[in-house]
Nanobody
C-alpha cells in the first residue's frame, strides 16, 4: 500500500525557511517521481516542484525557482523540499504526491499525502 507522509510545515516569518519532508512507504522510490503541490485558500492547486527519483531530474515552478530546492534520500525513501526566502504568498497546504513522471507533470498523480500547512506571516 502506497503511503506518503508529509512533515515540516509551520508558521514562519517572511524571509524565513522551512524544510518539508515526504516519507514514502509501500513502494520503492527508484521508479517513480515525487512532486510537491500546494493549495492556498480559494485558489487552485498548483505544482511547485518534482524530482524523478530514477534519474534525479527536477522541475520547479517559476514561483519556486531560486528559492526552493527539492532533493531525495533513496536510502530513507524520503524527498525533501527546502524552502528559503519565504513569502506570504507561499502560504498554503503543501502536498507530496507520487506516480510516474508524466502523471506528476500533468498534475494527476495517483497517490497523495495528507498535506502539511505552511503559513508565512509576521
Amino acid at each position: 500500500q502506497v503511503q506518503l507522509v508529509e512533515s515540516g510545515g509551520g508558521l514562519v516569518q517572511p524571509g524565513g525557511s522551512l524544510r518539508l519532508s515526504c516519507a514514502a512507504s509501500g513502494f520503492t522510490l527508484d521508479y517513480y517521481a515525487i512532486g510537491w503541490f500546494r493549495q492556498a485558500p480559494g485558489k487552485e492547486r498548483e505544482g511547485v516542484s518534482f524530482i524523478s527519483v530514477s534519474d534525479g531530474s527536477t522541475y520547479y515552478a517559476d514561483s519556486a525557482k531560486g528559492r526552493f530546492t527539492i532533493s531525495r534520500d533513496n536510502a530513507r525513501n524520503t524527498v525533501y523540499l527546502q524552502m528559503n526566502s519565504l513569502k506570504p504568498e507561499d502560504t498554503a497546504v503543501y502536498y507530496c504526491a507520487t506516480d510516474h513522471k508524466n502523471k506528476i507533470l500533468a498534475g494527476t498523480p495517483g497517490y497523495w499525502g495528507q498535506g502539511t500547512q505552511v503559513t508565512i506571516s509576521s
